[in-house]
């Protein structure tokens, strides 16, 4: 489907004459031919409107919050309400005070949900379409609250929580593969790294009711925050036919036309001649052409090249740092870290805990905000390094609590895990699906994010399952385990990890495949130069008849 490249403007009357265009279009389109392989993101850094001065756009980032950016917030209400329920009194006596293997097994069921579902997500997502792989796991995490609330016994709680696991791993992967697709190459990793800043709403809310009802003697101290956990899936529920698909999914599937239509709109405010909204176009064509010429067939892909094998690994163990470098001590298990360093009030217990996700919030927040405007590897570096600095010190703390009982050890075991917040969200909050979504093409791109969830969801499993029993077992000798993982994690970064910032996901499609990028190169600059002549021709011909 071909564009012309040419829409150029007139000029005010008395300062145009047939000349003058005719050297504009010759010029321009040599402009074009040179940059055709960069021509989007040079395009686009040239738009000096900002965002919420285009009209279009900015409500598609406000229709994207509900629908899209606030899927996280599901997965943060639910760490911070399991943290908040073991200070909850009617939840314990309801549940006999689980601990230990029991304990573990209500929090990590969330995350064998989610394995289980995982295999069937890339199917939905890329059959489906984006829009409804959302509205299919939102469905599920509905009913998975609902029963939550209504449990009876330890099994239906169980059963509640598998269920919102399951439905949870549809709507992340589609909707972080969505944003990325829908977004303005301006803001794309903006956008993308609020999507898991919002798990922080979802924890602040589950932390402000716990402190809410911990007091309650009924057992709507623990059936109302397990019923508010409905609310944003509801809310995808109720947006999502108001947002548009992927136009690269929609290309995909040979509805150019309607992608077409839907960059127009968004990212050219309704401009059927814009340049960019063309080039966009041509780029996005051109690429998931090649794209399904080179590709196999299945999860074959993703071993098929060195290249893809090499996004494997990454995407992989980006899964395991972003469960295994201690924040699910934070997220899980606050309550037993606490009373390991003499804090035993449930009161104060449920402070801490509201205290850290409002603080976790405030700092995600700025650095999904300024983060993505720096190189994506020095970020992972700066995260990584500070993540082993902290955990470190967080250790020797604890350690010296457990041998001298002084409180300063326990002050500042408080203060580090305030410290650790920050340093985690730097990248691993910040920059994680924005990453990702830059690392894998779109024919894989589902895949990509689905395997980066199945490595996450294992080790969240794994934790969770363990953690209790680690910290009841080996107090803060249990820290120990990961800070030599993060020592890895520093290693793993610096070796390994590409960077991808400042350009189009299409200039990123064939990040490690040299020959794949020359003959995209060609094909994209061959179409711009046929567009471009046959608008050089026209204004010839309107010359020579004039």
């Given at each position: ?14 300062q ?11 010029d ?17 850094s040239?738009?000096r ?31 911070s ?10 939840w314990?006596?309801?549940f ?52 939550q ?7 239906m709680?169980?059963?509640a ?20 697709e ?17 798990y ?61 239509a839907?960059?127009?709109?968004y ?16 780029q ?21 090249t ?28 606050l ?25 976790g ?7 999904a ?50 410290l ?16 990702l ?23 969240g ?30 290693v793993?970064v ?8 400042h ?44």
């Open positions: 489907m071909p564009f012309p490249f040419s829409s150029f403007s007139a000029k005010p009357a008395g145009s004459n047939d000349t003058d265009t005719k050297t504009s279009a010759i321009h389109s040599r402009q074009y031919n040179n940059d055709a392989d960069v021509i989007v993101s040079r395009l686009a040239q738009d409107t900002l965002w919420y001065n285009k009209r279009n756009l900015r409500m598609l980032y406000f229709l994207l919050f509900p629908t899209c950016i606030g899927v996280e917030m599901t997965s943060g209400f639910d760490s309400m399991m943290n908040g329920l073991q200070a909850v009194n009617s314990e006596t309801f006999n005070k689980p601990r230990s293997a029991l304990l573990g097994l209500m929090s990590a069921i969330y995350s064998l949900g989610a394995i289980c579902g995982i295999p069937f997500v890339p199917f939905i997502t890329d059959t489906l379409g984006r829009r409804r792989a959302i509205l299919f796991g939102s469905i599920i995490m509905v009913i998975g609250a609902a029963l609330a209504a449990a009876v016994n330890f099994a709680f169980v059963i929580r598998f269920i919102l696991g399951l439905g949870i791993v549809f709507a992340i992967v589609a909707a972080s593969s969505l944003i990325g829908l977004s303005h190459p301006k803001e794309r990793a903006i956008i993308g790294s609020l999507f898991n800043s919002c922080f709403i979802g924890s602040i809310v589950a932390a402000g009711v716990t402190l809410g009802t911990f007091s309650m003697k009924s057992n709507w101290g623990w059936r109302l925050p397990s019923l508010l956990q409905v609310t944003p899936s509801a809310l995808q529920i109720l947006f999502i036919f108001f947002i548009p698909e992927s136009p690269r999914w929609l290309i995909s599937k040979g509805r150019g036309d309607e992608a077409y839907i960059l127009v709109k990212h050219a405010e309704g401009d059927q001649h814009s340049e960019f909204a063309k080039a966009e176009y041509v996005i064509e051109k690429t998931i052409e090649l794209e399904k010429e080179t590709a196999k067939i299945g999860w074959r892909e993703l071993v098929a060195p290249g893809m094998r090499m996004r494997l690994l990454i995407g992989s163990c980006l899964g395991l740092f972003t469960q295994w470098s201690g924040n699910g001590l934070t997220s899980y298990f309550a037993p870290v606490l009373d390991n360093i003499g804090v035993h009030d449930n009161r104060t217990k449920n402070l801490i805990n509201l205290g850290l996700t409002l603080w919030f405030v700092n995600a927040t700025f650095f905000l300024t983060a993505s405007r720096f190189k994506r590897r020095t970020i992972y570096m700066a995260c990584t390094i500070s993540l082993l600095t902290v955990f470190t010190a967080w250790t020797i703390s604890a350690a010296r609590y457990a041998y001298t009982k002084n409180d300063a050890s326990s002050h500042a075991v408080i203060v580090f895990l305030f650790y917040s920050p340093a985690y969200n730097l990248a691993y909050n910040a920059l994680t699906y924005t990453y979504v830059e690392l894998f093409p779109f024919h894989v791109r589902a895949k990509g994010i689905t395997v980066f969830q199945w490595f996450g969801r294992m080790a499993f794994f934790n969770q399952f363990v953690n209790p029993i680690g910290i009841g077992n080996a107090g803060w000798k249990y820290n120990i385990s990961y800070c030599i993982f993060l020592a890895f994690e520093v793993f610096y070796f390994l990890f590409p960077e991808t910032a350009r189009s996901l299409e200039e990123l499609a064939f990040l490690y495949e040299r020959e794949q990028v020359k003959e995209q190169k060609k094909r994209v600059r061959e179409e711009i130069q046929l567009d471009e002549t046959t608008s050089v021709k026209g204004l010839r011909r309107v010359e020579e008849v004039s």
